[in-house]
């Protein structure tokens, strides 16, 4: 292992300080290596990651795919704990339900959802948009897709953040602990739909327990271990990205005034925020040989983690990199990752992101900061806590 530490991911982050780090550490130490979290790698540039991504045969996610490691103590998890070729299978049975022409038969829903949510919200003059709206209703969406109630949903949440917040802190026991929990509901849902299948071409739990039917090899502990995942990822980043796209808009009013009035540009404002408020930063590989990457050699087996957020405003891809501009063209920004493991709810995430903003454009004259940002962890560049007043519309 690396024996220097040269980024250290442990400190008080701010809206803004990390980005000013990232900047740093690309243009003096774009391969760095941390003695953190057991010891780790982090790639800074925009080409490393890239590099990383797409090649599954050298980087592979079946040692490690997050820093800190998740436990795998019921086994590997489909399809982000799985390499091609067999990772290629899982997605076969996964993408179809969250192709972008599932995700637009359900654009009522969301929307409605997103209003339902919002609208006693704004009445009231002010709220945490993070807390009391973006957390909930990234999880009323994925709802959607596993045909769940929202109390069952709500129980995942709470045991998704309570496994979070024990492995940032290596808390062992706690994330073993939180992590069966997960299983649990997993294993309930699965259990649940086998008695009810539903249609697999919308239905994610149907659409793995039947692929066998359609070709498939996939065992029904493999669903519920890929249902465990899912329960993790989809109620992570959107609400993070959600609460980084109202902090900004909270600081330039003009841009918040001028979305309201042009709301077809939402989509593409959309794809700049991603761009400059990424939220991952541990989805990580572990190489199966000795290799080299910016003059660094970095041996078989040690984590390297690829910092989403630093690669999309790296100067060498994107002019301006700090600017909001919603009219680059084309914005190559790598928010979804790219390669194999590249994000499979992208169209679901875009359309929270989009739904999310319009709705709170549409409810209100304007918003504003009105406390102190609380920013998340390691785990996710964004906020936790962004409490605004509004003027309702
Ligand atoms: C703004 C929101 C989101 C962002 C920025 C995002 C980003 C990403 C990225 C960068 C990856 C690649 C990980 C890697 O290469 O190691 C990924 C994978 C993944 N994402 Fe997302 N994601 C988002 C929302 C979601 C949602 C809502 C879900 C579920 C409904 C989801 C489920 C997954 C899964 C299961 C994988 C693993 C895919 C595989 O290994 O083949 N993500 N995501």
């Not at 490393?48 to 079946?62: N, W």
């Not at 086998?194 to 659409?207: A, I, T, Y």
């Not at 090899?217 to 980043?237: C, H, K």
């Amino acid at each position: 292992m690396g024996d220097t530490n040269e980024f250290n991911p442990h400190y008080e982050e701010t809206f803004d300080n990390s980005h000013e780090l990232y900047s740093d550490m690309r243009s003096r130490c774009p391969v760095a290596h941390s003695d953190a979290f057991g010891g780790f790698w982090a790639l800074f540039k925009y080409d490393d990651v890239v590099e990383v991504q797409e090649d599954s045969e050298t980087f592979i996610t079946s040692v490690l795919n997050v820093v800190p490691p998740a436990t795998r103590n019921q086994g590997r998890r489909a399809p982000l704990h799985y390499d091609p070729p067999e990772h290629r299978m899982y997605r076969e049975h996964i993408n179809p339900v969250f192709a972008n022409s599932q995700i637009q038969k359900l654009l009522p829903r969301i929307r409605e959802a997103a209003v339902d949510t919002m609208r006693p919200l704004v009445e009231q003059g002010g709220f945490d948009y993070t807390r009391d709206f973006a957390e909930h209703f990234a999880a009323q969406c994925f709802a959607m897709i596993l045909n769940l109630p929202m109390d069952k949903m709500l129980r995942s949440r709470q045991a998704q953040v309570s496994y979070y917040r024990a492995q940032v802190i290596l808390d062992r026991p706690n994330v073993v602990k939180w992590s069966d929990e997960l299983y649990n509901i997993a294993r309930e849902i699965v259990e649940d739909r086998k008695q009810n299948l539903l249609d697999p071409s919308s239905d994610l739990v149907s659409s793995l327990l039947t692929a066998n039917e359609r070709g498939g090899d996939i065992s029904e502990e493999a669903v519920v271990g890929s249902i465990r995942q899912f329960l993790s990822a989809a109620q992570a980043a959107p609400q993070a990205v959600l609460g980084s796209i109202i902090v900004h808009l909270c600081r330039d009013r003009a841009l918040q005034d001028q979305l309201r009035a042009t709301p077809e540009r939402i989509p593409d404002a959309v794809e700049e925020f991603l761009r400059l408020y990424a939220p991952y930063r541990v989805f990580a590989r572990s190489a199966v040989r000795d290799v080299e990457i910016g003059g660094r050699l970095i041996k078989q087996g040690e984590p390297i983690t690829m910092i989403f957020p630093s690669a999309n405003r790296d100067e060498e891809i994107f002019e301006r990199p700090h600017e909001f501009d919603m009219d680059r063209k084309p914005n190559r920004h790598i928010a979804f990752g790219r390669g194999a493991h590249q994000c499979p709810a992208a169209s679901l995430a875009r359309q929270e992101l989009r739904t999310g903003l319009s709705v709170l454009l549409e409810l209100t004259t304007s918003f504003a900061a009105a406390g102190e940002v609380k920013m998340t962890d390691w785990l996710e560049f964004g906020p936790s806590s962004t409490p605004i007043s509004v003027v309702a519309a």
